[in-house]
């Protein structure tokens, strides 16, 4: 008798080892969604090349619809530094960098006459950047001189954005959260925080575990990539 009950406790163990593991294999899943999503599969399908330059690795990718896009990564902290997108110019020309993510493009001249011009905005008008750190996104909103009381700061999941207004009505801003977007996540107001200093209005949205996910084991996927001797032209604007 205490044989039997021995090969059935053991029995019992070894039953609820496997339903750990099959439970610890559906949370694994669930945490890799991301790679399901065309965004995922599109990045792994572009034609991409890498350069490096100090500490800074530049990606170009040439996606299957002929859109083209480039990264900067800080080799240090691995972190996505800017991201742009190339826009076909007005009249046929060679067109310009559309920044996603980071500073505008250094050589990037606006063109201030004819036609093609572009609009230029005035020093004193409201000027928003993106940035992005290791765990958050971030939005930088300069020109804003109001106190911190004076904005409202809200998750619109149903339009799939983060709302900006003031109670003076004086500013309102609709920011795109295309990260979220492209890995059909939803915009939620728990990770919003949002500080002013010098001017700046600063949003910060906590990124989801998925997206940290995707950070890292995108980076470790891009390790693949060959840096290339000779500099390709659309890197050099860069």
């Given at each position: 008798?205490?044989?039997?009950?021995?090969?059935?406790?053991?029995?019992?163990?070894?039953?609820?080892?496997?339903?750990?593991?099959?439970?610890?294999?559906?949370?694994?899943?669930?945490?890799?969604?991301?790679?399901?999503?065309?965004?995922?599969?599109?990045l792994?399908?572009?034609?991409?090349?890498?350069?490096?330059?100090?500490?800074l690795?530049?990606?170009?990718?040439?996606?299957?619809?002929?859109?083209?896009?480039?990264?900067?990564?800080n080799?240090?902290?691995?972190?996505?530094?800017?991201?742009?997108?190339?826009?076909?110019?007005?009249?046929?020309g060679?067109?310009?960098?559309?920044?996603?993510?980071?500073?505008?493009?250094?050589?990037?001249?606006?063109?201030?006459?004819?036609?093609?011009?572009d609009?230029?905005?005035?020093?004193?008008?409201?000027?928003?950047?993106?940035?992005?750190?290791?765990?958050?996104?971030?939005?930088?909103?300069?020109?804003?001189?109001?106190?911190?009381?004076?904005?409202?700061?809200t998750?619109?999941?149903?339009?799939?954005?983060?709302?900006?207004?003031?109670?003076?009505?004086?500013?309102?801003?609709?920011?795109?959260?295309?990260?979220?977007?492209?890995?059909?996540?939803?915009?939620q107001?728990?990770?919003?925080?949002?500080?002013?200093?010098?001017?700046?209005?600063?949003?910060?949205?906590?990124?989801?575990?998925?997206?940290?996910?995707?950070?890292?084991?995108?980076y470790?996927?891009?390790?693949?990539?060959?840096?290339v001797?000779?500099?390709?032209?659309?890197?050099?604007?860069?």
């Amino acid at each position: 008798m205490k044989r039997s009950c021995l090969i059935e406790v053991f029995d019992g163990i070894d039953s609820f080892q496997k339903r750990i593991k099959v439970q610890s294999n559906i949370i694994e899943g669930n945490s890799k969604m991301y790679r399901n999503s065309i965004w995922y599969r599109s990045l792994l399908d572009a034609e991409k090349t890498c350069l490096k330059e100090d500490k800074l690795k530049k990606i170009h990718y040439k996606f299957q619809d002929d859109k083209e896009m480039v990264e900067e990564y800080n080799v240090d902290t691995q972190v996505l530094l800017r991201r742009a997108w190339k826009v076909k110019g007005k009249l046929g020309g060679e067109g310009k960098w559309d920044v996603e993510i980071g500073d505008p493009i250094p050589n990037a001249t606006p063109i201030t006459d004819g036609p093609a011009a572009d609009i230029i905005e005035s020093k004193d008008q409201p000027i928003l950047s993106r940035r992005n750190t290791r765990i958050n996104l971030e939005w930088r909103i300069r020109n804003l001189p109001y106190p911190i009381e004076t904005y409202s700061v809200t998750a619109n999941n149903d339009q799939r954005c983060i709302i900006i207004s003031t109670t003076n009505k004086k500013y309102y801003k609709r920011l795109q959260v295309p990260e979220l977007d492209r890995l059909n996540l939803p915009i939620q107001q728990a990770p919003i925080q949002c500080s002013h200093s010098f001017n700046t209005l600063i949003v910060v949205y906590k990124k989801p575990q998925q997206l940290l996910d995707m950070d890292r084991e995108w980076y470790e996927e891009l390790s693949k990539v060959k840096p290339v001797k000779d500099v390709p032209n659309d890197c050099k604007a860069q």
